[in-house]
């Protein structure tokens, strides 16, 4: 089992930054990908952002490529997402998920497993 907590989210100005924390515990040998995900009420949760965490690779959504950046901390056992140049439509609350199911697409939020509560950011323009 693999549990997730989220932290980092908040308010900020468009044009900001803001980093997103996700402290993992517990472990599963079957993991392949960590992600970020993000959903606006009423709304699919979509995926912007992956690490392969066998291979390092990262994947982003079009809509956060060159704004955002994953990144891990292996030793702290720690996700990251680095968001600048936030605009309002960034607006959302933002999980992290862990992928485990082998064939998995980094961004299909029915391949990962395991969530974390997830954290609000808000973007004022």
């Known amino acids: 089992q693999v549990q997730l907590v989220e932290s980092g989210g908040g308010s900020v100005q468009a044009g900001g930054s803001l980093r997103l924390s996700c402290a993992a515990s517990g472990y599963s040998r079957r993991i392949y990908y960590m992600g970020w995900f993000r959903q606006i009420a009423g709304n699919e949760r979509e995926g912007i952002a992956a690490i392969y965490v066998r291979g390092d690779t990262t994947y982003y959504a079009d809509s956060v490529k060159d704004r955002f950046t994953i990144s891990r901390d292996n030793a702290k056992n720690t996700l990251y997402l680095q968001m600048s140049s936030l605009k309002p439509e960034d607006t959302a609350m933002y999980y992290c998920?862990?992928?485990?199911?082998?064939?998995?697409?980094?961004?299909?939020?029915?391949?990962?497993?395991?969530w974390g509560q997830g954290t609000q950011v808000t973007v004022s323009s």
């Open positions: 998920a862990a992928c485990d199911a082998y064939g998995g697409v980094w961004w299909r939020a029915s391949d990962f497993g395991y």
